[in-house]
């Protein structure tokens, strides 16, 4: 794994409820030194570190994501229950410890008591007390560890008060000789589990009514009222007041809608509208880099290489970078704030007719910047069949690596003094591969039981955490592990298949024979690369698959254009670039190749190619096309099978045929060409 | 019988028991839906489903669904 973990030292491994403070805590802990990794064999990420060095602990500290309970109810929780019983590479953890809420504390002990039940050295870390002190509430610590059995230590989260004390039980506890309380681990029950909750339940409440007091210097008829609520468990129980006001606006009936709408609407725009010139830098700079390579290796086949092979597919790769990473700090914040949890509350109910989830919302909206961030982001829904569903129409979301083609494809339609016609279109592609997105999805609904093949109950629990300032600390990490993973993910295989397509591109012919006499330098290039372009093996290919291109009035170099989309999308750009062999006349890489598809004519004929039907046809396929390789292979992780991203590729790329087929014949017959 | 679904906006009540048939059954009593806990209905989403129930501190959300399983004092 890494340097700083050493599998000698014991382990001790951090727990808690969702919203418990745990991160937090996990932070005072370790500092900033840790690391990212996955539980083996999984995708579920953790973090593992050693404690800052100034506490003298030498212990192995991972990370956990959060559980209310021992009892797994997802996939996810499923991986990181069995870890936390005997992790595959550290073993049982000598220590635990577990985060609550003081100003919910009966749900939070749940877990504490289960952990306990299991055998486990717990030490309780009780966080919040601030709000619990703003009910006017305080804890009896001591009391409170006689009666739950197991260590208590007060956190505050914002000021690190009680870290130091913590860390002192720590040691004290890494003294103790067994790994376990009490004999052997004992996991906790499925069968027998909701009469043992209810008990633990009874015991958690018997405990707080006695650890639970009011603030004694109220002393006042208020307070005296106060206690006698007490006795009915009442007034500690409120949920924070703010946050009802709060949602008593962003949760409105109808005032709810409005500003989901408008955090939505303005999510979506920011990915696009931030991101597009930082794009179009990452762009440019790597066009510049591939032409300065070039320029300077010399005419050989290892310059064409590292110039259209290596460098541009690296920029394909990278261009997407700051659209996840926005995408990423935006959805960070949200989350942070507790925002994320009612717009999954307030859309629930229409996704849930087209049988998915109000927790499919943040992976659908992550699926318009990249499929694949979007796809793991599923793994927090519970239910099988709708987590399923929800990675089945993912790539219907118009994802980020559409846009270069979509704006190609429209600037071909569009002359540039019409800009904001062609702004309209590319509205209404999108709001055209919305709506479509919500019919299939209703249609694979409805056939579920052949495609996704799970049956499972759908339910929505969901809590609404406090309302909370974000951390811009935890959203940037958050941010930087996503952004990490689409590049692991992603990167080797955009980069491997564009190496590929490059050398169907060069071989065999890498020197052609073109008659010089008639040609100046520039002429004679460019006679050469479109001479070794159509002789190549994509061309052969190309050729092979041409009758099936010919219903679309295609020829075989938008075939192959087609084919190297497989490998991600904005490919089709840079794949016309190389076999119409765009040389730099023109000022930018885009106006030479719609320069070089408006003088495109179909072989042996002196029809145009490109039309505004073909061109159309194109962005309809494109709206539905199952293309991305890595969208494939991280479909087939996700769910363990290949058989949803083969259903995807046949059902979305045969859809996408067939719509096209008709785009283009259907204009055709209108006289359209 | 009133369940929790019944519940008009501010109101509070006491739960009596929750339907074991129910497939949630489990994650419903772990979330703290347990008898004797006081909830409120805090809120209600556009169409009237999901529910939000103030319960043991903080607020859960609930499918109506889910919430008629919850039976009420």
């Given at each position: 794994?890494?340097?700083?973990?050493?599998?000698?030292?014991?382990?001790?491994?951090?727990v808690g409820?969702?919203?418990?403070?745990?991160?937090?805590?996990?932070?005072?802990?370790s500092?900033?030194?840790?690391?990212t990794?996955?539980y083996p064999?999984?995708?579920?990420?953790?973090?593992?570190?050693?404690?800052?060095?100034?506490?003298?602990?030498?212990?192995?500290?991972?990370?956990?994501?959060?559980?209310?309970?021992?009892?797994p109810?997802?996939p996810?929780?499923?991986?990181t229950?069995?870890?936390?019983?005997?992790?595959?590479?550290?073993?049982?953890?000598?220590?635990i410890?577990?985060?609550?809420?003081?100003?919910?504390?009966?749900?939070?002990?749940l877990?504490?008591?289960?952990?306990?039940?299991s055998?486990?050295?717990?030490?309780?870390?009780?966080?919040?007390?601030?709000?619990?002190?703003?009910?006017?509430?305080r804890?009896l610590?001591?009391?409170?560890?006689?009666?739950?059995?197991c260590?208590?230590?007060?956190?505050?989260?914002?000021?690190?008060?009680?870290v130091?004390?913590?860390?002192?039980?720590?040691?004290?506890?890494?003294?103790k000789?067994?790994?376990?309380s009490?004999?052997?681990?004992?996991?906790?029950?499925t069968?027998?589990h909701?009469?043992?909750?209810?008990a633990?339940?009874?015991?958690?409440?018997?405990?707080?009514?006695?650890?639970?007091?009011?603030?004694?210097?109220?002393?006042?008829?208020?307070?005296?009222?106060?206690?006698?609520?007490?006795?009915?468990n009442?007034?500690n129980?409120?949920?924070?007041?703010y946050?009802?006001?709060?949602?008593?606006?962003?949760?409105?009936?109808?005032?709810?809608?409005?500003?989901f709408?408008?955090?939505?609407?303005?999510?979506?725009?920011?990915i696009?509208?931030?991101?597009?010139?930082?794009?179009?830098?990452?762009?440019?700079?790597?066009?510049?880099?591939?032409?300065?390579?070039?320029?300077?290796?010399?005419v050989?086949?290892?310059?064409?290489?590292?110039?259209?092979?290596?460098?541009?597919?690296v920029?394909a790769?990278?261009?997407?970078?700051?659209?996840?990473?926005?995408?990423?700090?935006?959805?960070?914040?949200?989350?942070?704030?507790?925002?994320l949890?009612?717009g999954?509350?307030?859309?629930?109910?229409?996704l849930?007719?087209i049988?998915?989830?109000?927790?499919?919302?943040?992976?659908?909206l992550?699926?318009f910047?990249?499929?694949?961030?979007?796809?793991?982001?599923?793994?927090?829904?519970?239910n099988?069949?709708?987590?399923l569903?929800?990675?089945?129409?993912?790539?219907?979301?118009?994802?980020?690596?559409?846009?270069?083609?979509?704006?190609?494809?429209?600037?071909?339609?569009?002359?540039?003094?019409?800009?904001?016609i062609?702004?309209l279109?590319?509205?209404?592609?999108?709001?055209?591969?919305?709506?479509?997105?919500?019919?299939?999805?209703?249609l694979?609904?409805?056939?579920?039981?052949?495609?996704i093949?799970?049956?499972?109950?759908?339910?929505?629990i969901?809590?609404?955490?406090?309302?909370?300032l974000?951390?811009l600390q935890s959203?940037?990490r958050?941010?930087?592990a996503?952004?990490?993973?689409y590049?692991?993910?992603?990167?080797?295989?955009?980069?491997?298949?564009?190496?590929?397509?490059?050398?169907?591109?060069?071989?065999?012919?890498?020197?052609?024979?073109?008659?010089?006499?008639?040609?100046?330098?520039?002429?004679?290039?460019?006679?050469?690369?479109?001479?070794?372009?159509s002789?190549?093996?994509?061309?052969?290919?190309?050729?092979?698959?041409?009758?099936?291109?010919?219903?679309?009035?295609?020829?075989?170099?938008?075939?192959?254009s087609?084919?190297s989309a497989?490998?991600?999308?904005?490919v089709f750009?840079?794949?016309?670039a190389?076999?119409?062999?765009?040389?730099?006349?023109e000022?930018t890489l885009?106006?030479?190749?719609?320069d070089?598809?408006?003088n495109?004519?179909?072989?042996?004929?002196?029809?145009d190619l490109?039309?505004?039907?073909t061109?159309?046809?194109?962005?309809?396929?494109?709206?539905?096309?199952?293309?991305?390789?890595?969208?494939?292979?991280?479909?087939?992780?996700?769910?363990?099978?290949?058989?949803?991203?083969?259903?995807?590729?046949?059902?979305?790329?045969?859809?996408a045929y067939?719509?096209?087929f008709?785009?283009?014949?259907?204009l055709?017959?209108?006289?359209i060409? | 019988?009133?369940?929790?679904?019944?519940?008009?906006?501010?109101?509070?009540a006491?739960?009596?028991?929750?339907d074991?048939?129910?497939?949630?059954f489990?994650?419903?009593?772990?979330?703290?839906?347990?008898p004797?806990?006081e909830?409120?209905?805090?809120?209600?989403?556009?169409f009237?489903?999901?529910?939000?129930?103030s319960?043991?501190?903080?607020?859960?959300?609930?499918?109506?669904?889910?919430?008629e399983?919850?039976?009420?004092?």
């Open positions: 794994m890494n340097e700083i973990i050493a599998d000698t030292s014991p382990l001790i491994t951090l409820p969702p919203n418990s403070g745990k991160t937090t805590l996990f932070n005072f802990l500092g900033k030194n840790f690391k990794v996955n064999g999984s995708t579920i990420e953790y973090n593992a570190t050693n404690f800052q060095q100034k506490y003298g602990i030498n212990a192995n500290l991972l990370d956990s994501p959060g559980i209310i309970s021992l009892v109810n997802s996810d929780e499923q991986v229950i069995d870890s936390l019983y005997t992790h595959p590479k550290f073993g049982i953890p000598k220590l410890i577990v985060t609550a809420d003081a100003s919910q504390l009966s749900r939070h002990l877990l504490v008591q289960q952990l306990k039940q055998n486990f050295n717990v030490i309780v870390a009780v966080t919040m007390i601030d709000i619990l002190h703003k009910k006017g509430f804890i610590r001591e009391e409170f560890s006689d009666l739950i059995g260590p208590i230590i007060k956190i505050n989260g914002r000021t690190g008060e009680g130091d004390n913590l860390v002192l039980q720590i040691k004290s506890d890494l003294g000789t067994n790994n376990l009490n004999g052997k681990l004992e996991r906790v029950e069968s027998l909701a009469e043992k909750i209810l633990q339940y009874k015991e958690i409440e018997e405990i707080e009514s006695q650890i639970i007091v009011p603030i004694a210097e109220k002393k006042d008829l208020e307070s005296a009222n106060e206690k006698l609520n007490i006795l009915n009442a007034l129980n409120k949920p924070d007041k946050s009802l006001k709060l949602d008593s606006i962003l949760l409105h009936k109808y005032w709810g809608i409005v500003f709408l408008l955090i939505t609407g303005a999510t979506f725009t920011s696009f509208w931030l991101a597009l010139p930082i794009m179009e830098f990452v762009d440019e700079t790597f066009a510049r880099l591939a032409n300065f390579a070039a320029s300077n290796l010399g050989t086949w290892y310059s064409d290489l590292i110039a259209d092979g290596i460098i541009s597919s920029g790769v990278l261009v997407f970078i700051p659209q996840i990473v926005i995408l990423f700090l935006i959805l960070g914040f949200l989350e942070d704030t507790g925002y949890a009612r999954a509350m307030l859309i629930d109910r229409p849930s007719k049988g998915l989830n109000g927790r499919s919302f943040v992976p659908m992550s699926g910047a990249c499929a694949i961030p979007a796809m793991m982001a599923a793994r927090t829904i519970s099988k069949k709708e987590r569903l929800t990675i089945f129409i993912i790539p219907l979301m118009s994802c980020s690596a559409r846009l270069p083609v979509y704006a190609l494809l429209i600037a071909f339609l569009i002359p540039k003094e019409e800009a904001f062609g702004g279109i590319f509205s209404f592609i999108y709001l055209f591969s919305i709506i479509s997105s919500i019919i299939i999805a209703a694979i609904n409805k056939f579920s039981k052949n495609i093949k799970v049956e499972d109950s759908s339910s929505f969901l809590e609404l955490p406090t309302y909370k974000p951390k959203v940037l958050n941010t930087y996503s952004t990490k993973q590049l692991k993910e992603a990167g080797p295989i955009i980069i491997s298949f564009s190496i590929i397509l490059w050398a169907l591109t060069y071989f065999p012919n890498t020197n052609p024979q073109i008659d010089k006499n008639l040609l100046n330098g520039v002429e004679y290039e460019d006679a050469v690369q479109i001479e070794r372009v002789t190549s093996y994509a061309a052969q290919i190309g050729r092979f698959i041409e009758p099936i291109m010919a219903p679309l009035g295609m020829d075989w170099r938008i075939g192959v087609l084919i497989f490998v991600a999308r904005e750009v840079s794949s016309l190389l076999i119409f062999k765009i040389t730099g006349e000022e885009r106006d030479s190749i719609l070089a598809m408006r495109a004519k179909i072989a042996g004929t002196n029809e490109f039309t505004p039907a061109i159309l046809g194109l962005i309809i396929f494109f709206v539905f096309a199952m293309q991305c390789l890595s969208t494939i292979a991280v479909a087939k992780k996700e769910t363990g099978h290949w058989r949803i991203p083969i259903f995807q590729v046949l059902i979305y790329s045969g859809f067939f719509a096209a008709i785009v283009v014949n259907g055709r017959l209108l006289g060409q | 019988m009133k369940t929790a679904a019944d519940l008009n906006f501010g109101e509070k006491i739960i009596n028991d929750i074991f048939n129910h497939p949630s489990r994650r419903i009593i772990e979330i703290g839906f347990t004797g806990q909830i409120e209905l805090i809120n209600k989403s556009v009237d489903d999901p529910l939000a129930f319960l043991r501190g903080t607020m859960i959300a609930i499918r109506k669904h889910e919430a399983s919850i039976r009420l004092l």
